[in-house]
């Protein structure tokens, strides 16, 4: 089995994937770190990028991942980046119901009742989306 943490491109992740590691040494699972990089990145880097397609934007994306493990863990041997494009929250139900990890790890954002009626959130609806157990790990 292996431990899915999804990432974004932020100071935010470097805890998530903090988290997803010590859950992978405990278990002695892979870690496996993903990140999605949106449509609307996509469109943006396509615009520009005549050649550009949806496995070029994954490699990015893939590269990102690597990027923040790096960038948080000693050690990566055990870890597997990951990218895709598409919606966040679809993509990374996908990637959790379609892979069965012992744990999905994903980082949150405190927020009113208000604004999480009115706003939605990318947690909110994985959690609703994955059966996989689900750690969350808060920041303000």
């Known amino acids: ?3 899915l943490c999804a990432v974004d491109d932020d100071e935010f992740s470097e ?6 590691s010590d859950l992978a040494d405990a278990f002695d699972d892979d870690l496996v770190v993903l990140h999605v990089m949106t449509e609307d990145q996509f469109e ?3 615009s520009s990028q005549p050649e ?5 934007g994954a490699n990015d ?3 990102t991942a690597e ?3 790096k960038r948080t863990l000693e050690e990566t041997s055990r870890v597997v980046a990951k990218g895709r494009v598409g919606a966040p929250a679809e993509e990374i139900s996908e ?14 954002r405190k927020r009113s009742p208000v604004g999480k009626a009115l706003f939605g959130s990318i947690t909110q609806s994985v959690l609703l989306e ?10 303000d």
């Open 52 to 56: 550009y397609y949806v496995d070029e």
């Open 95 to 108: 990637a959790a119901n379609r892979s069965d990890p012992r744990f999905l790890v994903l980082g949150g």
């Open 67 to 69: 990027t923040i493990a």
């Open 130 to 139: 994955v059966d996989a157990p689900t750690v969350t790990v808060m920041h």
């Open 1 to 3: 089995m292996a431990i």
């Open 15 to 20: 805890p998530v994937v903090s988290t997803a």
């Open 61 to 63: 994306a893939a590269n």
């Open 44 to 46: 943006t880097r396509s």
